[in-house]
């Protein structure tokens, strides 16, 4: 495959799964904040 | 307030929706319009086009059905009385949709028992095997032919899938998903990882990825971006203000449509490296160059794929794998669908889950005889073109237009950034007034250009006419006899 192949696919690589995963962390960390309240 | 039945979890909701937007499309469609439009160029618009079209859409519907409480109809009539005609038109075009949507599961019931009960077979004798013994395809729409008795076989046992897991509502698609979300996935790495093992798979990898940075100079790429991205994220149904419908009013909206959006593309461009590993195999197997053996649609799963499979070691598990696959992405899909059109008749005249799942399913394996026939291919081709470019296309702009101008993005804002883990900002307006509803505007003018210009596929007129914009028009009256029937009162409940 071609160097701009490798650049272009690690890119979107990148945003797609990188950003599922920072959405999905964010919603983890809500998560717990909120049961900690309630358990409070 | 009325009861209404909840997501047991967050985690549920969320696999409920992207399950509702990972299907077949991501398979079979995705990688061959990256493939036809630039290649890895492709994938620039269509990220662009997903934060700006899809994301904002779908922030939108969450938004809808989570503030009312309510299905498609219900919400935009909280929205203004005018607009509830939208959200039946909505509920048709996927009640239409599931039609034979149910009909293309049928087909993969098939080929899952055919996996090991007969021969595999490539090339010629595959399609052979596909469109005359399956389908017993005629030569065109007016000779419907008879029923072709496997693919019945097939719809029946659809329909009952989708009715055994929606009888009960959400709480059981909420366990039903917790199995059909992860597992196409996990069957998918192992086909990927089967496809690299292959002889020819990176040759086929370097036709999905190089770009072709001019495609990025053509308004045809990002059309064909624009398009991917709704038609792949369920918007336009009425599933997802459905689903979120079933949420408590404080719950997140923003994160839950970013995460929903990443998981789709994200599979859709995974999927790509699966789909185009095996092309390459085949390519190199038969000695001939990689565009002629790619192909989209069904053509890709019922002909292309299992001539590949037949080619392999172990064929029966390897196409049991992929059948598996096809019918587990596809089953939320259609699952979600009636569901949602479920959640209109239930909120409408108040009937229970069950009958209004019977009913609806009972009718959708009836209308769907007509996809059985030997015609069958062909009225489904013309449907699905109509209901995808003039039905899907036009309820986003309209939905569009009902919260951007006469709502109020900024009330609907309001709301969502009080209960979301993340706040949206001033892009979510200009988003919702102006681009996403001049993408699909633009989309619908070239559709309706290019549809004058040439017939679609060559069909007769006639047959347009009748399965084309006959439907469309008949979901339209059909929406606007319900919306002129009385909501049943619901005092006696609050």
Not at chain 2, 422 to 434: A, C, M, P, S, T
């Amino acid at each position: 495959m071609s160097v701009s192949a490798w650049i272009t696919s690690i890119a979107v690589a990148i945003v797609l799964y990188g950003g599922f995963t920072w959405c999905v962390a964010i919603a983890v960390r809500k998560e717990r904040e909120d049961r900690k309240k309630h358990e409070e | 307030m009325a009861h209404r039945d909840r997501w047991a979890s967050r985690p549920a909701f969320i696999m409920a929706a992207i399950g509702s937007a990972i299907g077949l499309g991501n398979l079979w469609r995705f990688p061959m319009v990256a493939y036809e439009n630039g290649g890895g160029a492709f994938l620039i618009p269509y990220i662009v086009a997903l934060m700006t079209a899809g994301v904002p859409l779908m922030i939108l519907e969450y938004a809808l059905g989570q503030r009312f409480q309510k299905s498609s109809p219900g919400s935009l009539r909280e929205v203004g009385p005018q607009f509830e005609m939208i959200g039946w038109w909505a509920l048709g075009v996927g009640a239409t949709i599931s039609f034979y949507y149910a009909v293309i599961m049928a087909w993969c019931w098939d080929y899952l028992v055919f996996s090991f009960s007969q021969p595999w077979c490539g090339g010629q004798e595959a399609a052979s095997s596909f469109f005359a013994h399956v389908l017993c395809r005629t030569e065109g729409p007016e000779a419907l032919g008879g029923l072709s008795w496997p693919v019945l076989v097939g719809l029946a046992l659809t329909w009952l899938t989708i009715y055994w897991i929606i009888k009960k509502g959400v709480l059981r698609v909420g366990k039903v998903v917790m199995i059909t979300v992860p597992l196409p996935a996990i069957l998918m790495v192992l086909i990927l990882i089967r496809g690299l093992s292959l002889p020819g798979s990176l040759e086929g990898l370097r036709w999905y990825l190089t770009p072709d940075f001019s495609a990025l100079l053509s308004g045809q790429t990002w059309l064909q971006a624009y398009a991917q991205v709704f038609f792949s994220l369920s918007l336009g149904f009425g599933i997802l203000t459905a689903y979120a419908s079933y949420l408590p009013k404080r719950s997140d909206i923003s994160n839950n449509a970013f995460i929903t959006s990443f998981a789709d593309a994200g599979f859709a461009f995974f999927a790509g490296f699966a789909v185009f590993s095996v092309l390459g195999y085949l390519a190199q197997a038969q000695g001939v160059p990689i565009g002629e053996v790619v192909e989209g649609g069904p053509g890709l799963a019922f002909v292309v794929y299992p001539t590949a499979i037949s080619l392999m070691p172990a064929a029966p598990f390897i196409a049991a794998a992929f059948f598996i696959t096809l019918l587990t992405l596809g089953i939320d899909s259609a699952f979600s669908i009636v569901e949602g059109v479920v959640a209109g008749l239930r909120d409408k005249w108040r009937v229970s889950q069950n009958a209004a799942a019977a009913g609806f399913c009972a009718f959708g394996f009836l209308v769907g005889l007509i996809f059985t026939t030997g015609a069958g291919l062909y009225w489904l081709d013309i449907v699905d073109h109509w209901m995808n470019n003039y039905g899907l296309v036009v309820i986003g702009l309209l939905e569009c237009i009902a919260i951007g101008w006469f709502y109020g993005t900024k009330k609907l804002k309001d709301y969502i950034n009080e209960v979301s883990d993340f706040r949206i900002g001033w892009w979510w307006d200009l988003f919702v007034k102006w681009i996403t509803p001049l993408a699909l505007g633009w989309a619908l003018v070239t559709n309706i250009i290019q549809e004058i210009a040439t017939p679609y596929e060559g069909y007769p007129t006639w047959a347009l006419l009748a399965g084309g914009w006959g439907v469309v028009a008949t979901i339209i009256i059909v929406a606007a006899l319900i919306t002129a029937i009385p909501w049943v009162d619901r005092k006696e409940d609050e």
